[in-house]
């Protein structure tokens, strides 16, 4: 072997040994990510600067798009005023802290819960760590929370019991001023017969005294109850299951149950999974049996002749639906993601049939939970990417005209609230229209500085009077 042979093969020999230069900045990039410090606890309860329990501003910022608007979006010409705070009651860490069910707006006040998502059955020491949802009252003229009803207090379980984290279904109002709303678990693995799980429970609360009642337990032995609807002059619950365990294999439930009398009127398998049309002008509720993906047939109860719902000749999406218009028009939407994009559907409750309006989606996220229409029936209010995500499209709020068959975005509120006031509105499933048409309530899932969101905060939008023309 010659010298210049062996002096080559000693320094590959070194260079493989010692690893490339490549390498070797890759081990040491490794080595930094390790040692890494972790990001710092997030304060609870969340808080606004300078100690403000409430902000309010209007930007042009909410009127500048990002990259991923579609092409037909139009942007509102003048920027709204937001009120912008956080929801009481987020005194420790939740799992996260998050809002599941739709929201209501009424005699001037905004009804919305939240939850912590907790799933543990002993507290450990901790009373908060238990699990627990609340339903709070917002007044818009004094910008003011008032607490209606802690579930953990008032079902009073023993230690080692199921307590519902989340409240998943509507809150709705009867004709006599009583909210009702149903409860559903944090995680499969508590609502089974170790914690002595026999269902979930169906109450409600009188805002004017905040008299809270528990009507039901278990209308459905041994289910959850993540999808409520409520006919309020008939005073039936309406309800959509899951089974408590995941070994069970029972199938989305449907049932039908008078609060006044107690009694359950209807209860048969196929039920819907996430959200029901109820006609206030029949008394009719309909839904696609134990779909929420793409487009499904629907299925019609009528509770003058309560028995198995049948099917009708007509097929629509519905993750979401708003209330009845004076039209007699049911809005839904579908639920897009994997099942392709959201669309938008007009159901005529008079005729039972249905037209597709044309796609809901304004950006790249396409999962909407929550749609609402103004008191004169001609626009709808919702907010794309309900399960975080929604600030990739600006956490756009957007505004359809059923008339023209027009998307209008009335504000992104990201990035303005991140860079103002360090939050991030990262989604929702909770919104509702002011009977007069001229605020829009919000219940946001919140991201300080989390994974996906740590809080709920709500933003009341005021919607400029140019913007809804009738």
Known sequence: MTTRSWLLGFVLAVFFLSGSPLQAQKAAARKAVAKKPA??????PPTLPNGERVVTDTSDAFLKPTDTLVDGVAIAKTAPTVDFLYFPRQDYEGKPWSNWGDSLAINGKYYASIGDHYSQLSSKGDPNLIGNAFVFEYDPQKKSFRELVDVRKLLNMPEGHYVPAKIHGRLDMDDEGWLYFSTHRGSTTVTVDKYHYQGDWIIRVRPNDRKADVLACGPVPKHCIPNSVLDPTRK???????????SDGSSVRFFAYDVDKKKVLFDGPNGPSRYMIFAKSTGKVYFTPGKEDGVGQLVCFDPDQPGPPTPINTELGLRSATQETPQGIVYTVSKGGKAGESLLFAFDT????????GPAQVGSMNYI????????GRYLYYIPGAH???????????????????RKVIAFLHPFYQEKYGVTVAGTFSSAVD???????????????????????LTVIHIPESERQP
């Open 388 to 406: 975080g995500g929604s600030e990739r499209d600006g956490s756009a709020v957007v505004q359809f005209d059923v008339k023209t068959k027009t």
């Open 350 to 357: 008079a005729t039972e049939t249905a037209t597709e309006l």
């Open 39 to 44: 990001p710092a606890a997030l304060p609870f």
């Open 236 to 246: 039936i619950f309406y309800g959509g299951t899951a089974a408590g365990e995941k």
């Open 435 to 457: 009977p007069d048409g001229s605020k829009l309530y919000i219940n946001w899932n919140a991201n300080r500085g989390g994974k996906v969101w740590d809080c709920c905060a």
């Open 369 to 376: 939970t929550t749609i609402d229409a103004d008191p004169t």
